[in-house]
Each structure stands twice: as structure tokens, then as C-alpha cells.
């Protein structure tokens, strides 16, 4: 397994490298064995599926209150987990990830399906 690492800035004190360093062969984000990629958002999962996804199941409907707002992000969350696996999320950064060097790194958005 590789990690993604943001590498905001309260995420890349050392004591947090120290132990991605520690618990992964390899992972990606500043300081990392991998460098964060260029146009990471076509290759990160909460860019590419999680906003969407959420934003799709929660506004399906006008929301009526605060309340209904906050119920309906809980249900599309608790929704998602039972739906997505690992290896979807998996197969689906590999797909990108070579879209992306087909493209010598360019946009690859419009590209997929």
C-alpha cells in the first residue's frame, strides 16, 4: 500500500514523516519517498470521487434546514462506505495515474469516463 500525504504545513513536522517513514515502505506527499504529483487533484480519491459523490447524494433534493443538511452529510457518508471498497478507490487511481503519463502529465479529466 502507498499513502497520499497532503503536506500541509501542521502535517509535515517531523515527528509526522517520521512515522510515514516508519509504518510505509513508500509514500507520496512532501518528504515522502514519492514526490506529490503535479495535477494531484486528477489523481487524489476525495478529489476525483468523495466531493462528487457526496455533493450528488446530499443536494439530490433542495435542503430545507441546517438540520436536513447535516443529516443528509452523515447518510451519504455512512451511504459511502458501505458502497466503496478499497480496490474500486484502487483501480480507479492506477486508471488516472496512467492517464496522466499518457498525457506527459497534462489534464486528463476529460479524458475519462
Same mark, same amino acid.
Given at each position: ?56 447524494? @446530499?443536494?439530490?433534493?433542495? %435542503?430545507?434546514?441546517? #438540520?436536513?443538511?447535516?443529516? /443528509?452529510?452523515?447518510?451519504?457518508? +455512512? !451511504? ?7 480496490? @474500486?478507490?484502487?483501480?480507479? %487511481?492506477?486508471?488516472? #495515474?496512467?492517464?496522466?503519463? /499518457?498525457?506527459?502529465?497534462?489534464? +486528463? !479529466?476529460?479524458?475519462?469516463?
Amino acid at each position: 500500500m502507498i499513502y497520499q500525504h497532503d503536506g500541509a504545513p501542521p502535517h509535515f513536522f517531523r515527528a509526522v514523516r517520521q512515522h510515514l517513514d516508519e509504518t510505509f515502505t513508500c509514500w507520496i506527499g512532501r518528504g515522502g519517498t514519492i514526490p506529490w504529483p503535479p495535477r494531484s487533484p486528477d489523481l487524489t480519491p476525495m478529489e476525483f470521487f468523495v466531493w462528487g459523490y457526496l455533493k450528488e447524494r @446530499v443536494y439530490h433534493q433542495e %435542503v430545507d434546514s441546517e #438540520a436536513e443538511l447535516r443529516q /443528509r452529510i452523515l447518510q451519504a457518508a +455512512i !451511504e459511502m462506505r458501505r458502497v466503496v471498497t478499497a480496490g @474500486v478507490t484502487g483501480r480507479k %487511481v492506477r486508471e488516472r #495515474a496512467r492517464a496522466c503519463l /499518457r498525457q506527459n502529465g497534462g489534464h +486528463i !479529466e476529460q479524458l475519462l469516463q
